[in-house]
């Protein structure tokens, strides 16, 4: 049920390879396994357990009898505040390695795993386990006859589907918010990014959660993410993945009619007026396309550039990208962009890339895929391609002249790859920023105050950033409209997802 691996920095370890139920880590019931592959050399790393429905089932009793026992259930806000300090804490002693993990298993780099991904759990956890003695209901006046008061209390178990891109931060996002709600969970990983998430399990154990409160499994989608969705005794799933899978776990939660929670696609619009800084324009658009391989919801990928300096800013930007986006081994530390996480997604950029060459749009900057990772004898390229070796690695890719008909403009592409549109009026722009059925983010850039202001309202988004892009915060509400989803997390917001109020009368002229 574990093996020992090593990691190209050199690092050593035992990773757990069973699904995590009851602070045990137990085999699948079918004994099948999932194998992880290192999207840089696209060599297997280990295989680890897949749940099969039962195993599902197995994870849900266990949750709900640790729902129902004593042992969680008795505890106070600020005891399950303090287990979740110290789950903080334990991730923060192992954090090189889990940096290790996550650069090996899902191709990030390293050294922002080391300085973003690990601290987010942290940070998550912290400002969650703040709240776990600070969330509680009202005395509502009804009059001196009556007396009534509301009590926010757990929804019971919840089941959390994440999806590969951030394996931490997402865990952290769904974990924080339940158990500060005093709940209990089935967390199920996503099936290509399981290794940082199984060895944070054994840290769970470590910091003290009673066995059955926070269950962690691997597992097929189709088959442990649906047997999730469906089962009967999870009141709540909260899911973030691609739009269409939303739309099917909304469907099998449908059945028992549970409290759902989504955060799904985005084709975020990034829009730079005339009057914008456009150094800082390029810049951040460069952080809000190319960060993290270009596989983020969030992604500001489709900038809108008023055509007065359409042709500056597309010059501006692709300098940047060059200077910048240095595509690499995730272990070395001048890499800004690693592989794509698997061969699926690196298919799925390349054949968009293709779609937009086929639809007539100009290609820009990338387009093509490299070899890697990098070695002493090819290029250091910087957005260049270089080495015939092994992994899914990208060109950092722009398309100019794209039509809001095209469908590179239209649809989630999911990798770093951007298109560039040029609009007139400030009108036109936000009739074609709102031109979607996403709305999850949307950047604004001009040195007008009250433009910046107004646009930011007008826009269909959950979330806008003004003279920036991709900004997100523990403390702010994270989430989307239209088909990016439903419900918000992180912040004080996310609370609001993971309890019921229950409304208590007492008629105080009973003797
Ligand atoms: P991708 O297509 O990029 O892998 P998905 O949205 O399909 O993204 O996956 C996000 C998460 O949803 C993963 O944990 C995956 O296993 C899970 N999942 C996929 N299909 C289903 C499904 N039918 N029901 C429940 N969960 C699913």
Redesign the pocket.
């Known amino acids: 049920m574990e093996v020992q691996l090593t990691a190209p920095n050199g690092k050593t370890w035992t990773q757990p390879l069973g699904l995590f139920i009851n602070n045990e880590f137990v085999k699948s019931s079918t004994g099948e396994t999932i194998a992880s592959i290192n999207p840089s050399t696209e060599q297997e790393i280990c295989c680890v357990q897949a749940a099969s429905a039962q195993d599902v089932d197995a994870a849900v009793k266990a949750a709900r009898s640790a729902f129902r026992g004593p042992l969680w259930r008795k505890l106070s806000g600020t005891e399950r505040g303090a287990l979740m300090h110290r789950l903080a804490d334990l991730v923060g002693e192992h954090a090189e390695l889990l940096a290790t993990i996550e650069a090996l298993d899902n191709g990030k780099p390293y050294a922002v795993a080391l300085s973003e991904n690990v601290p987010e759990f942290q940070n998550v956890l912290r400002y969650y386990a703040g709240f776990a003695d600070k969330n509680f209901g009202q005395v509502v006046d009804v009059g001196p006859s009556k007396m009534a008061y509301t009590v926010k209390e757990p929804l019971g178990v919840c089941g959390q589907?994440?999806?590969?891109n951030y394996p931490l931060d997402m865990a952290a996002w769904k974990l924080g918010p339940a158990l500060c709600c005093g709940n209990t969970v089935v967390l199920?990983?996503?099936?290509?990014t399981p290794l940082s998430m199984l060895y944070v399990a054994q840290l769970i154990r470590e910091a003290g959660f009673p066995p059955g409160v926070i269950n962690v499994i691997n597992?097929?989608?189709?088959e442990?993410?649906?047997a999730?969705?469906a089962h009967e005794n999870v009141a709540k799933i909260a899911?973030?993945?691609?739009t269409?899978?939303?739309r099917?776990?909304m469907k099998?939660a449908a059945g028992t009619l549970k409290n759902v929670t989504l955060e799904t696609g985005g084709k975020s619009p990034l829009l730079v007026f005339a009057d914008a800084d456009l150094e800082l324009a390029a810049t951040w658009a460069h952080i809000g396309i190319m960060s993290n391989q270009g596989q983020v919801c969030t992604s500001t990928s489709r900038i809108l550039v008023q055509e007065a300096v359409y042709d500056e800013f597309v010059q501006r930007f692709s300098r940047v990208i060059e200077n910048v986006s240095v595509v690499g081994d995730p272990f070395d530390p001048s890499t800004f962009q690693g592989p794509q996480v698997t061969r699926a997604?690196y298919e799925r950029v390349l054949d968009y890339i293709k779609t937009g060459q086929d639809e007539g749009a100009t290609l820009a900057l990338g387009g093509v895929p490299l070899g890697g990772p990098l070695s002493a004898d090819t290029d250091s390229g910087k957005g260049k391609g270089k080495g015939k070796g092994k992994g899914f690695f990208v060109a950092p890719t722009v398309f100019t002249d794209v039509k809001p008909t095209m469908q590179i403009y239209r649809e989630e592409i999911?990798g770093p790859c951007v298109v560039v549109a040029p609009f007139k009026t400030e009108d036109e722009a936000l009739a074609m920023a709102n031109d979607t059925t996403y709305g999850l983010g949307a950047a604004v850039f001009t040195r007008n105050l009250v433009r910046a202001h107004r646009v930011a309202r007008e826009i269909e988004a959950g979330m806008v950033w003004i003279n920036s892009s991709n900004d997100s915060d523990y403390r702010v509400p994270f989430g989307g409209v239209k088909q990016s989803g439903i419900g918000r997390e992180l912040g004080e917001a996310g609370l609001a997802a993971y309890s019921n109020i229950k409304s208590i009368h007492v008629n105080m002229e009973a003797s």
Do not use: D, M
Not at 161 to 164: L, Y
């Open positions: 589907i994440i999806p590969w199920k990983l996503a099936e290509q597992g097929h989608g189709r442990a993410g649906a999730l969705a899911f973030t993945g691609s269409a899978t939303g099917e776990v099998l997604q999911f």
